[in-house]
């Protein structure tokens, strides 16, 4: 099964929820590879290569840029997941990699700038659909606020109701410093101490790949 998290925007969270997702799969026996698919930013290299050097798990990652359909094609015959972290922008790895995918996965933060550029996410999406009518697109709302009071979530899930080319998870995932420390330490927040971190990750992988 191919997961490809994307969006057309930087900074949404893609890595942090690949990287998450791809060790939970890994936890759950899966044989998983990550696809870093981003030539300018190498979060998810720099977090394979903290994950060697404290001795943790390892992980298969490997680099692939430009077209990707071939070679995301190749490995899902290999692997029981591929996992891939596309650029935050409207990239030719994630169109290409759209034409092939199982499940988009578009991480968003509940803010009105994240939610206005989900407009033009769900035309790319509808564009790849012509090519890949399978594709299924889950959006998961990110670095929500703990704070109960809060009326983003509410207002967020209004929001996305009008796009029922994209579902939303029911799972979010809150703003949590263990999210930040687990990329600068090569760690997935399952293998961590915050419960509920551990949880959010659980539910959210079990979500997209069940769904
Ligand atoms: N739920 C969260 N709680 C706290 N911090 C978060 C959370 N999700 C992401 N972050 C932080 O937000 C920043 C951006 O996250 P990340 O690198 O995953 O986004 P991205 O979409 O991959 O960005 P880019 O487009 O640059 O590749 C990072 O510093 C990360 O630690
Ligand atoms: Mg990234």
């Known amino acids: 099964m191919i997961l490809l998290v994307g969006h057309q925007k930087g900074g949404v969270g893609k890595s942090t929820l690949a990287v998450n997702i791809a060790v939970e799969l890994q936890r759950l026996g899966n044989d998983i590879i990550l696809v870093e698919a981003d030539p300018t930013v190498h979060t998810v290299t720099n977090w394979s290569r903290d994950r060697e050097e404290n001795g943790y798990r390892h992980i298969?990652?490997?680099?692939?840029?430009?077209?990707?359909?071939?070679?995301?094609?190749?490995?899902?015959?290999?692997?029981?997941?591929?996992?891939?972290?596309?650029?935050?922008?409207?990239?030719?790895?994630?169109?290409?990699?759209?034409?092939?995918?199982?499940?988009?996965?578009?991480?968003?933060?509940?803010?009105?700038?994240?939610?206005?550029?989900?407009?033009?996410?769900?035309?790319?999406?509808?564009?790849?659909?012509?090519?890949?009518?399978?594709?299924?697109?889950?959006?998961v709302m990110n670095r929500a606020a703990t704070n109960v009071f809060t009326k983003d979530i509410k207002e967020a899930r209004e929001y996305m109701a009008s796009f029922p080319e994209i579902i939303l998870a029911e799972t979010v995932v809150h703003e949590r410093k263990v999210y930040q420390n687990c990329l600068s330490e090569g760690l997935g927040v399952v293998e961590m101490k915050d419960s509920k971190a551990k949880a959010e990750v659980q539910l959210l992988t079990q979500e997209v790949i069940t769904w």
Do not use: C, H, W
Not at 112 to 132: H, I, S
């Open 60 to 139: 298969q990652t490997v680099q692939k840029t430009g077209n990707l359909r071939a070679s995301l094609d190749e490995m899902s015959g290999k692997y029981d997941y591929v996992i891939v972290d596309a650029p935050g922008k409207d990239s030719r790895e994630m169109r290409t990699a759209l034409t092939i995918a199982d499940v988009f996965v578009m991480p968003f933060q509940p803010s009105q700038a994240d939610l206005d550029t989900t407009e033009g996410v769900v035309g790319t999406l509808t564009e790849a659909k012509d090519f890949n009518p399978e594709l299924k697109a889950i959006a």
